[in-house]
């Protein structure tokens, strides 16, 4: 994703980028790893860009998506 659609994921939620960053952040329990927050923050991008991608149309069908996994096992 650009930065300009990063940005734009960001606006959609009425925060900037980082003010979103630091809610989650202080959201995790005091004793999260560095690993466990950057898993966090990993994960919210990947559910922001999956659903800009819904937003724009960009999804395959179930049965699509189960032909191609089909593939990538033979």
Do not use: C, H
């Not at 659609?5 to 009425?14: F, H, I, K, Y």
């Not at 049965?63 to 996994?69: C, H, I, M, Q, S």
């Amino acid at each position: 994703m650009s930065s300009k659609e990063n940005d734009a994921v960001a606006r959609a939620s009425g925060l900037s980028a980082q003010e979103r960053i630091l809610r989650l952040v202080r959201a995790l329990p005091e004793d999260s790893s560095y690993d466990e927050i950057l898993r966090e923050l990993a994960f919210v991008r990947m559910v922001d860009r999956g659903l800009a991608d819904a937003g724009r149309g960009r999804t395959i069908d179930t049965n699509e998506l189960r032909a191609r996994v089909r593939q990538w096992q033979s």
